[in-house]
T-cell receptor
Framework: AQSVTQLDSQVPVFEEAPVELRCNYS??????LFWYVQYPNQGLQLLLK??????LVESINGFEAEFNKSQTSFHLRKPSVHISDTAEYFC???????????FGKGTRLSVIA | DTEVTQTPKHLVMGMTNKKSLKCEQH?????MYWYKQKAKKPPELMFV???????INESVPSRFSPECPNSSLLNLHLHALQPEDSALYLC???????????FGQGTRLTVV
């Protein structure tokens, strides 16, 4: 079964600084990869996804993630964070759409003014 | 319409009560899910329905009973819950199992 590791449970960062949230998954077979964001007392919102094709995927609000098959990673990056980016970020994986999403434990991003 | 709608948003129930959580989507998705999320934890999969049939039950206690009346609706019937069942219950849907999942805002359940 797939598993996802998010090594950092909390990441504090100053406003306008860059950030990287790390995600590694367990298997090298064909996978779909996702990053979701959750604000307090809300559901999860899809930030970006990798299904196939270009290994670099981008979101509309400046986040990007790169699929690295050899390192089984899908790290999330943003060159300059805003206060409004403060939230919980979950990485998720499925076996190319054949299995439900499996979530990592989440990373709490706290942006400091 | 790209929304998954969950009702109620908040629910307080006693341990002897029977209540139901409801979820609705009109995106034509064939897979629907119930997740349970405790504070500061990731969502935990409870049930998966694919084409209106229960395809996955993650060993959830029988006091939780899912139901899929049609392709747009998903219910979770609750009976004789315990205080440790208090959590945020999230419904989600996707085109097929394992595709990008769309989540509702959740029902915050408190069992007293």
């Amino acid at each position: 079964a797939q598993s996802v590791t998010q090594l950092d449970s909390q990441v504090p960062v100053f406003e306008e600084a860059p950030v990287e949230l790390r995600c590694n998954y367990s298997s090298s077979v064909s996978v779909y990869l996702f990053w979701y964001v959750q604000y307090p007392n809300q559901g999860l919102q899809l930030l970006l996804k990798y299904l196939s094709g270009s290994t670099l995927v981008e979101s509309i609000n400046g986040f990007e993630a790169e699929f690295n098959k050899s390192q089984t990673s899908f790290h999330l990056r943003k060159p300059s964070v805003h206060i409004s980016d403060t939230a919980e970020y979950f990485c998720a994986v499925s076996d190319s759409g054949n299995t439900p999403l499996v979530f990592g434990k989440g990373t709490r991003l706290s942006v400091i003014a | 319409d790209t929304e998954v709608t969950q009702t109620p948003k908040h629910l307080v129930m006693g341990m002897t009560n029977k209540k139901s959580l409801k979820c609705e989507q009109h995106m034509g998705h064939r897979a629907m899910y119930w997740y349970k999320q405790k504070a500061k934890k990731p969502p935990e999969l409870m049930f998966v329905y694919s084409y209106e049939k229960l395809s996955i039950n993650e060993s959830v206690p029988s006091r939780f009973s899912p139901e899929c009346p049609n392709s747009s609706l998903l219910n979770l019937h609750l009976h004789a819950l315990q205080p440790e069942d208090s959590a945020l219950y999230l419904c989600a849907s996707s085109q097929e199992t394992g595709d990008e999942a769309f989540f509702g805002q959740g029902t915050r359940l408190t069992v007293v």
